[in-house]
């Protein structure tokens, strides 16, 4: 009879215990879910890293105010130690300040085209015959 009262008091305090922190879960995975819906600021971070940043090349002037604004951004949120790795030690950057294709004769075209990244200046206006490439 007594061994009958202490397996029933062990009983009724893991079921007491299992319902308690299973509430405890509820409530923080609710607590979870309303700050991942409702006050993340995850895509408006996307957005400005991608529409005011842009493509980065590694090394570029572009990549380094990237990796300035991301860094900043994290110490805001609270986060500790950070600071910059240096991966790359003959890492050369490339950037682009204007470019322009046109087609003059027989009739002027604006021609769509855009440089490969780490190709070299031509230093001015540079001609030359139309090659057409079937595909790629």
């Avoid at 780490?118 to 001609?127: A, D, K, L, W, Y």
Wanted: aromatic share 12%; hydrophobic share 40%.
């Amino acid at each position: 009879m007594k061994l009958g009262k202490i397996a029933l008091t062990i009983l009724l305090v893991a079921t007491f215990s299992i319902n308690y922190s299973q509430s405890k879960n509820t409530e923080m995975l609710s607590e979870i879910r309303a700050e991942g819906f409702l006050k993340s600021q995850a895509m408006g971070m996307l957005s400005e890293l991608t529409d005011v940043y842009g493509q980065r090349l590694t090394g570029s002037r572009e990549y380094y105010a990237a990796a300035k604004w991301i860094s900043e951004k994290m110490k805001s949120l609270g986060l500790e130690n950070v600071h910059f790795e240096n991966y790359c030690d003959d890492c050369r950057g490339w950037s682009m300040k204007s470019f322009n294709v046109e087609m003059t004769t027989p009739n002027f075209m604006h021609i769509n085209a855009y440089p490969l990244a780490m190709s070299i200046s031509s230093n001015g206006i540079v001609e030359g015959e139309v090659i057409y490439i079937p595909s790629f």
